[in-house]
Structures are given as C-alpha cells and as structure tokens.
C-alpha cells in the first residue's frame, strides 16, 4: 500500500515540475534550452517535431473551397415538425368520458415522462463522466515524466502476475507465433455496400472503370481460429461487403486470397506477410500486391509495365530492431520486442515527379522523393509525433498525392486511388508500372470527391481499405473525414 501510495506521489511531482518548466521558464521567462527540452522530452508541447510533415502533420488546406460540394450533395436538412391536427371527438363520446379518460392517462404519463428525464441526465453524466476520464488520461500521459516507460512497467506487473485478460480499451490480442492483432467488431455492412455501390455508379455514368479491393488484415480468415469469428470480426465484415457488392455488379479484387495462395506457394505463414507489431503488412507484400493490381488494370486498357514489379528487381536494406508498431505500442516492450524494417531500392532506373500539396513536397527525382527520410532516423519508439519507419513510405497518410512517372510514355491515362494507410508503400510501388497514379485518403481530404475527380478525369477509380478499416455500420456524412463518404 505504501508503495503505491509513493508511486503516485512520483508521478504527481512529476506531472507538476513539468508543468512548472512548461509554462514558467519556457512559455513566460522565454527559457528554452537544452536543459528545459530534455524535462520536456515526449510531450506534445515539448520537443520540436524532428521530421517534416511527418504522420498527422499536414498542412491544413481548405479542400472544400477548391474543391466545393454541389448543392444537392449536401447533406439534407432536417424537417421541420409538422403539428398535426387534433382528432376530433367521437360525437357519441360525452366530455364527462373524455375527461375521464385523460385523467386515467395522467398518471402512466407522467411516469413515462420521468423515466425519460432519469434516463437522458444519466446519459448526459455518462458521456460528461467519459469526457472528463479522457481529458484527464490524455492530460496526465502528454505530462507524465516518462509515461510511456511507467505503461510498459504496468505491462511487466501484468505478465508477472500472469495475468493474460485482454484488457478492452487496447483492443489487442495474441495470435500465434507471437504476433498481435488489433480486433474489430462485427458490422452490419449494409449502407457501407450501398455507399460503394452507389458511387461505383456515379463513376461508371462518367465512363470511369471502378473496381474495390479487399485489403487484408493479420487475422487469418483459414485460420486464427481462437480469435476469427469469436473476438475479430473484421474478414466477417469484409466477406458480408464483398458479396453485397458482387451481388450489385460490382468489380471487386480480394488480396486475401492471394496472400494464402502465396503462403503455400512460400513455404511460410500468413502472418509473415505482416509485422509481428503493426497492423500494416511488409513492403515486400505490398510489392507483390501492387503487382497483382497492375495486372488487373491491363483489363481497363491501362498501359503497364509490371516487369520489375517483383522482390528481384530491389536491393533491400534491413533496419535492424528500429519498428514498434501500433500495436507493440499497445502492448509495449514489456511484452514484445522491436522487430527489423526493410526499406526497398529499385536496382532500375526511376524517376518521378512528387507531389504532396499539404506537406508541401514537389521534387523530381528517383523513386526516393516517395521517401521521407527523417523517418528512417533514430527515434524514440512510444513518440507518435516523430512518425515511424512506416510513414517514411509515401511520408505517410496524406489528403492528395501525386505521382507521375517521368519514365514512361505519355498514354492519356490516369488512375485513382482512394486509400488507408496500406496504401504507404503500396502506391509508390504500383506507380511504378503506370504514367499517372494520384492518391486521395478521404479520412483526410475534407472537400467534394465528386469535383476532384471532375477535374482529374480518371480512367480507372479504385478503392482499397484494410478489412479493420471498413468503417462501420454508419456512415459518418457529417465530418467528410469518413472512407466510405463517396460525395
């Protein structure tokens, strides 16, 4: 008891003597040297952001007033409440039984009425609780002295204990082979299909070729069988969308299906197309992927040179034990360890010309412009704001991207991916075998899709999503921010 008692006495002296350097000596007295950094290190408003533009670290650009929304797209206003007449009286009724009437209704009214009352200020405490719960985990971890190292003890105590219950808000579980999964639960996929359907529509009105491709995830959908289907329902969700979009007609390409074909075919697991750490798959399985969707756009009459699409035609430098991923994040270094990180460098003449108009990268180069270098560099493995190995593919998740592949003969043709993260390394790899290639990441682009791709004119749209990031049951059309917000 008193041990922990003077833990947290620790912890709060720290949280307070940060604060102190935060706003007395740096934000008032203008004092920000090495000594004021290094108390500071690892919080939000503390050390300087090392690489440029790194993950979430956009440039904020009003996507909506370049590219506005139709009126009709907008979302509809809610109607206004009609007042009904009141229904008259039977004629054969007397007051006396309507009054009657109404008074026997008063009682069961009223009740109804305080039930109501009890249940909207419990929900109002409920989400004031929860909203407090954050801000005060969210203010205590971005000022907590080494608050990353005080989770990982707390991940150590755990296995000491051998306590291995997941614990609900991580979200992450243990599949064999020591790899860990985040979990996703089950979906009714029924508007996130329309959604897709009804766009692929719109597009194929404009003579626009559309296909969606199942991106897949860590849990095996032959296998995993103590999570698949029980704890995970994120190939569930991916199987119920994929077959209401062939049911409409829908072009659609499943990679899952070529990573268990691959698997056989290797020798190998399939999970070792994925990082033991993170939910993301290797660059070298979004290599081989890239190649399988360029073979597909051979079918839309896209000009592609897929010929060194292939693991041989790159010299693969290993960085050695420098990636944590989102989930050994989670989990921390109590429990898994950092694990290598390839970084591929074609062997063949590239160049391209880059553009990301938010991080405000416009080179022409080789294939490394697609490169952001600073995450290649040494970084602490709990700080988010610095970025990882990861973002150094495509810097990351951005709102536009652009890749135009200077070696190539002009053909007239382009291509439109709408992306998640998986698409990191999978779009500079794939714009390697075609002349125009733009990315658009709709969980960061906030204008009309629609008057994007009136002014980019695609001959080919494709959607890929990783079968965790479907979206949910809903989707969101008020923020413009969600993948399956198609307008």
């Known amino acids: 008891m008193l041990t922990a008692a003077g833990v947290m006495v620790v912890m709060l002296i720290t949280v307070l003597g940060r604060m102190a350097v935060k706003n007395v000596l740096v934000d008032r007295a203008h004092i920000d040297n090495s000594f004021t950094q290094g108390v500071l290190t690892g919080m939000r408003e503390g050390k300087p952001v090392r690489a440029r533009y790194t993950t979430g670290g956009e440039r904020r650009i009003n996507w909506e007033r370049k590219y506005p929304f139709a009126d009709i797209e907008k979302l509809p206003e809610k109607p206004a409440k009609v007042q009904e007449e009141p229904q008259r009286a039977e004629k054969n009724e007397s007051w006396l039984r309507r009054k009657i009437k109404k008074l026997a209704a008063w009682p069961l009214g009223k009740m109804k009425r305080l039930a109501n009352l009890s249940q909207g200020k419990a929900k109002k405490m409920m989400q004031k609780f929860k909203s407090e719960k954050n801000q005060i985990s969210g203010w205590t971890g971005s000022r907590l002295l080494a608050y990353p190292y005080w989770v990982e003890a707390g991940r150590g105590y755990e296995d000491a204990l051998d306590w291995h219950l997941m614990n609900p808000s991580r979200r992450v579980v243990s599949l064999e082979d020591d790899v860990w999964s985040f ?99 290797k660059p070298e399985t979004a290599l081989r992927s890239a190649k399988v969707v360029a073979e597909r756009l051979k079918n839309y009459g896209i000009p592609v040179d897929d010929s060194h699409l292939n693991l041989d035609s790159f010299e693969v430098q290993i960085m050695s034990e420098v990636f944590l991923g989102s989930q050994g994040k989670k989990v921390t270094l109590a429990k898994t360890e950092a694990e290598d990180f390839s970084v591929l460098y074609p062997k063949f003449p590239t160049k391209f010309h880059f553009v990301i108009p938010s991080r405000d990268v416009n080179e022409v180069g080789d294939f490394t412009v697609a490169y952001n270098k600073a995450c290649m560099a040494d970084q602490p493995f709990y700080d988010v704001r610095t970025g990882d190995p990861y973002q150094m593919y495509s810097y990351g998740r951005s709102a536009i991207e652009y890749f135009d592949n200077l ?49 980019y004119k695609p001959d080919v749209v494709m959607v890929m999503c990783i079968a965790g990031d479907l979206g949910g ?14 307008r």
């Open 473 to 486: 049951e809903k989707v969101d059309r008020k923020t413009h921010r969600h993948y399956f917000d198609f």
């Open 407 to 455: 070696l190539l003969p002009a053909s007239g043709k382009r291509i439109l991916l709408l992306r998640d993260s998986y698409a990191n390394p999978f779009g500079p790899f794939l714009a390697l075998g075609v002349k125009e290639l733009s990315m658009v990441c709709l969980n960061n682009y906030t204008g009309s899709l629609h008057s994007f791709i009136e002014e």
């Open 183 to 281: 979990i996703t639960n089950k979906h009714d996929m029924t508007e996130s299909a329309l959604a897709v359907t009804e766009f692929s529509q719109w597009v194929k009105e404009r003579d626009i070729n559309f296909i969606y491709i199942q991106a897949p995830c860590k849990v095996d959908n032959y296998g995993d069988f103590s999570v698949n289907g029980r704890l995970d329902f994120s190939n569930h969700n991916a199987d119920e969308l994929l077959a209401r979009l062939r049911d409409k007609g829908v072009d659609t390409l499943d990679l899952r299906e070529n990573l268990h074909e691959w698997a056989k075919e290797d020798g190998v697991t399939y999970h070792d197309f994925f990082f033991k750490t993170d939910h993301h798959w």
